[in-house]
């Protein structure tokens, strides 16, 4: 089947955890981990509002639901012991742990011309791209490392859409978190929602996960 390009250079920005890959289950073991070492718990429908939230931000929500208190610094030695177990069940991720879609979908848009980066909040995103092998799918690479702004802040899309020289308004990105949907949205950029409609207010349109796309789907968004 011949793929012919768009007749502009359209862009799509992928979050990484919950879209590409699952490694939210992960992020929720080590967050569990720490607060059981601290004397309490905390529920799956509570690490539902940590998604796309950055690592201090997470800490201080945890901390709040667990009524525990701490100096900034002790907050710090936290976030970094938590980061420690999570770095360590991450280094055993395989391409077994993409997302159904996720390879298929990647590949039909190289090879449609159309441009793909990353944007995501984790710092350890070169990390799981390397040992899930989906690193050669990427134009460019926005995540924790070169971004201040936590989304919904829109930062980590608009640097990624300056990176691939596209406008925002021909960029489409895919979330699996409130905020990420939030963070397209103020940037000027269509958006998809990986995952429940009632938990992403405001995406253009919803999937349950990417195999349920296709490019040409992408490209009419692009057109609306």
């Known amino acids: ?14 979050d990484l955890d919950g879209v590409l890959v699952d490694t939210a289950v992960y992020h929720y073991k080590a967050w569990k981990q720490l607060a059981n070492s601290l004397g309490f718990d905390f529920t799956e429908a509570q690490n539902e509002h940590l998604k796309g ?59 449609a011309g159309i441009k793909i980066a990353l944007g ?52 489409v990105v895919f979330e699996d978190a409130q905020a990420g949907i939030e963070a397209a949205l103020a940037g000027g950029m269509k958006a998809i929602g990986v995952g429940q409609e009632a938990n992403l207010k405001g995406a253009q349109l919803y999937v349950k996960d990417l195999s349920q796309l296709s490019v040409k789907d992408i490209v009419a968004l692009t057109e609306k």
């Open 120 to 171: 995501s909040a984790s710092k350890n995103s070169g990390m799981i791209l390397q040992r899930t092998k989906l690193t050669h799918f990427f134009d460019a690479i926005v995540d924790g490392n070169v971004v201040s702004k936590s989304k919904p802040d829109p930062e980590v899309f608009v640097k990624g859409a300056q990176l691939l020289g596209v406008p925002v308004a021909d960029c």
């Open 1 to 14: 089947m011949q793929h012919h390009p768009p007749a502009k250079t359209i862009a799509c920005l992928f």
């Open 53 to 111: 939230v950055n690592r201090m931000r997470s800490l201080d929500m945890i901390l709040n639901w667990g009524g525990v208190e701490k100096t900034e610094t002790q907050k710090l030695a936290l976030a970094a012991q938590k980061n420690e177990w999570y770095v360590a069940m991450i280094d055993r991720m395989t391409q077994a742990e993409v997302l159904p879609g996720s390879v298929a979908l990647l590949e039909n848009l190289r090879q």
